[in-house]
């Protein structure tokens, strides 16, 4: 791992304006055929073999599985969404939009995967479904009974919040009277943020019943110059991974210690899934220039210029957040195994 970069690198580490308006994509979905490298195909299918779909759904019987946060949990969302239906007939699964949620149904188990579109996990002004912006944030730090009501007695709830903190080094917020709006360092926003979220964690999960899992930031393959010395692109035209020890300067130490410590001192059992080292080595894996935008595929004019088109942030399905799927899987598999022996 890279040591805390230094400050005048930090600066580069939070998103420049064009990609930042990335994060006001529609649904992300990737057409495989337009990308031209085997690479992609081949890791898709050994990786997703691993979860048993069927198996999955009987652990999922009268449950219901619910991803919060932002456009980053969408795609893990699309992803398990993706690994499950396909073993359940037509007529008997369904996707439903009830904005900020998206619920995928599979009825003969009355089993539910749900997404919550919550990008700061407290309340903010972003928090409408579509109507949002990057550009213009407010978070309010001591907020969170807004979007918690619709949390509640959900068997399964898998948290994640980093990359709209991390837009600018500062950002407005309000802790206490929505009067007094004052700009707060990132990373003391972050903590107050996560501490307002783990006082509802303490006195609202029953562990008996509830699990609760939180992801950690996903990786940003923004600048190439950070795995290949003297070049100025992105992630654009990657087609292998990084070898090797890496750790990007996307990734905030600062950030990581705050979800470590947070999570450290909670007496409630949340479980960390800690997917930041395994997704930094695929610079490959983003959507590049083969996603939508705002909806709509990119212009043939608009993938020719992938300096300002290329997404590096959110990731191709089939892809990495399989992989996240993946983990959680394996811990949910366990549980499971646990509750048949006893
Ligand atoms: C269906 O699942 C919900 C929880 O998601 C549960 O409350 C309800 O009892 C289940 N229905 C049946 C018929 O088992
Ligand atoms: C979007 O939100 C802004 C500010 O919250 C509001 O002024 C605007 O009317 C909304 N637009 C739509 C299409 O709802
Ligand atoms: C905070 O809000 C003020 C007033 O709208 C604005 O000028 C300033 O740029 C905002 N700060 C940040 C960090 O976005
Ligand atoms: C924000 O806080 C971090 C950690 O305390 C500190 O390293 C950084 O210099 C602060 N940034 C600003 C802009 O004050
Ligand atoms: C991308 O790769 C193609 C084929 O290897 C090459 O012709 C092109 O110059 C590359 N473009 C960039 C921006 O690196
Ligand atoms: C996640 O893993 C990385 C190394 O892979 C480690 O540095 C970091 O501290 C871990 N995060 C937490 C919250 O434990």
């Known amino acids: 791992m890279k040591t805390q970069p ?12 064009a990609l930042a308006s990335l994060l006001i994509l529609g649904s992300l979905r990737v057409v495989l055929d337009l990308r031209n490298g085997q690479n992609y195909f081949l890791w898709q299918l050994r990786s997703s073999e691993r979860i048993n779909a069927l198996k999955f759904l009987e652990m999922l019987r009268d449950k219901r599985l619910m991803f919060v946060g932002d456009s980053i949990q969408r795609g893990m969302f699309e992803s ?24 995928f149904i599979a009825e003969e188990y009355n089993a539910s995967i ?10 903010s002004i972003s928090d409408h479904a579509t109507n949002h912006t990057v550009h213009k944030r407010l978070v309010k730090l001591d907020s969170i009974a807004k979007h918690s009501e619709q949390w ?28 007094d709006i004052q700009e707060y360092n990132v990373t003391t926003a972050y903590r107050l943020a996560l501490e307002t979220w783990a006082k509802w964690i303490e006195s609202s999960i029953n562990s008996q019943d509830q699990k609760v899992f939180f992801m950690t930031m996903s990786p ?25 020890p890496y750790w ?31 997704s930094e080595f695929r610079k490959d894996g983003h959507t590049s220039v083969y996603g939508e935008r705002k909806g709509k595929l990119l212009t043939r004019e608009q993938r020719s210029d992938p300096k300002t088109y290329a997404d590096c942030i959110h990731w191709c399905l089939p892809g990495v957040p399989d992989t996240w799927n993946e983990i959680l899987y394996a811990h949910l598999l366990q549980d499971y195994r646990q509750r048949k022996q006893t």
């Open 6 to 17: 230094s400050p005048d690198r930090r600066i580069l580490f939070f998103l420049p304006i």
């Open 80 to 103: 398990m969404v993706c690994l499950v239906q396909s073993v359940i007939p037509d007529g008997k699964k369904s996707l439903q939009r009830i904005p900020p949620r998206k619920i």
């Open 114 to 123: 749900e997404y919550y579109w919550a990008p700061f996990l407290i309340e």
């Open 152 to 179: 509640k007695g959900v068997d399964i709830l898998v948290f994640e919040s980093y990359v709209w903190w991390m837009y600018k080094p500062s950002i407005n917020a309000t802790y206490g009277s929505l009067q």
């Open 220 to 244: 940003t393959h923004l600048w190439n110059w950070e795995w290949k010395a003297g070049t100025d692109g992105n992630c654009f035209n990657e087609t292998h991974p990084i070898q090797g």
């Open 248 to 278: 990007g300067t996307g990734s905030s130490l600062d950030i990581m210690g705050i979800v470590e410590d947070v999570l450290g001192k909670l007496k409630k059992k949340v479980r960390l899934l800690n997917i930041t080292q395994l």
